[in-house]
């Protein structure tokens, strides 16, 4: 690891217009198209306009260390804030740490920091992600995480002022909960066709067989089997498609493959859970519901990390 000294010191100017994004982006290139750094050379950011660490060397020691301990990380400088620090602050920041665990399953203390180090093999990644607004560094969070790249930790302590928590820092907290949001907006679209079609289709196989199932292959099946095999097929196609394109934004290799195998886990697990439901004496409609309750979080965790993540050696 080694700064970039003497003659080599430059400042970069961004003549359009943009926020910490777009400035971080642009440096982001600079120091790929300079040459001047191997692939283990260590970035480090910091933040000023009032969110600046009580000693910036230090914080910057403090990153390079850290960087050394785990070379291949993102590592972020979790601030610690000195004097008074308003409770609607305190929520804020709670907010984004639990909507950023639910998202990715990482738990960081400080989803909001802008001191951060990480391998110059990393700026391919960050330069693709999207957006030129403050909103960038926590879009950084997301993909990071989505990709299996570690994210790490240290501390640095910090001043406490009103900027802290202006409008800059409601964006980065909407940039981290809309991906979650979105999960679930797509999420609940499908699983409103899905349970539509099941009780629609449930009741349509059962009144044509008089309740006693559909034989297939000489095989008699409960109408419950080919009712939840089609709506599942029918809800888990939108979902895919909303995944895929609008939520994750997925450059995965095989994820239809991947999302095949998935649905079709969660499809058993679901069958097994409503036979179990409804042999209580629970009716379909309310069965479903529970089993949902079930399905539902491990659906979400296997398409974050198996479908629509990417594994990085």
Known sequence: MRAIEGD???VLLRNK???RGGALKTAFAHIKNSGDCTADDCVVTLETN???AEDALATVEKLKLAHEAEPDALVIAEREFAGGFPIKSRLLRASTRLVYAMTTGVRLKDTLSGFRAFPVKLIDELLEIEGDGDEYEAKQLLR???Q????AQTETAAVYTRENWSGSAI???WSVCKTFFSFVGSSFMSWLIDYTLLLILHSVFTNATNGVGITLFGMT???KLPAIVIARTVGSTVNYILNSKVVFRSKSRFRLIKYIINTAVMLTLNYILLRIITAAGVPLAAAQILAQLVVYPLNFMSQRKFVFGSIRG
């Open 221 to 223: 099946l409960e109408p």
């Open 171 to 173: 964006r980065g907290v």
């Open 144 to 146: 990071l995480a989505k």
């Open 50 to 52: 009032g969110r600046g």
């Open 148 to 151: 299996n790249i570690r994210i």
């Open 17 to 19: 217009a943009g926020g």
């Open 8 to 10: 080599q010191n430059a």
